[in-house]
Nanobody
Framework: QVQLVESGGGLVQAGGSLRLSCAAS????????MGWFRQAPGKEREFVAA????????YYADSVKGRFTISRDNAKNTVYLQMNSLKPEDTAVYYC???????????????WGQGTQVTVSS
């Protein structure tokens, strides 16, 4: 089992920045591809970003490319999502996810955090 706990959400004005963190425990963190998803009210959960075991490869949804940056610190068992130039349409609950491969993480992650709310005001 892998336990994931997100933090760092909040209320920010459009154009502002937030950094989300996801602390992992339970299994060897560096063995897992990590990802972020989000779910806005009335919409399905959608993929945001993912990062490989080593951090050498990253993947982004087109909607966040160039504004969001995913990173990880395997020594701290933590993955981050730096969000810049935030827009009202980025408002959602953001979830951390983990899986063995990039295909698993981007489609059906095996592990989820409880989510953290991000609200961007116009």
């Amino acid at each position: 089992q892998v336990q994931l706990v997100e933090s760092g959400g909040g209320l920010v004005q459009a154009g502002g920045s937030l950094r989300l963190s996801c602390a992992a425990s339970g299994r060897t963190f560096s063995n897992y591809v990590m990802g972020w998803f989000r779910q806005a009210p009335g919409k399905e959960r959608e993929f945001v970003a993912a990062i490989s075991w080593s951090g050498g490869s990253t993947y982004y949804a087109d909607s966040v490319k160039g504004r969001f940056t995913i990173s990880r610190d395997n020594a701290k068992n933590t993955v981050y999502l730096q969000m810049n130039s935030l827009k009202p349409e980025d408002t959602a609950v953001y979830y951390c996810a983990a899986g063995r491969t990039i295909v698993v993480v981007t489609n059906h992650p095996g592990y989820w955090g409880q989510g953290t709310q991000v609200t961007v005001s116009s």
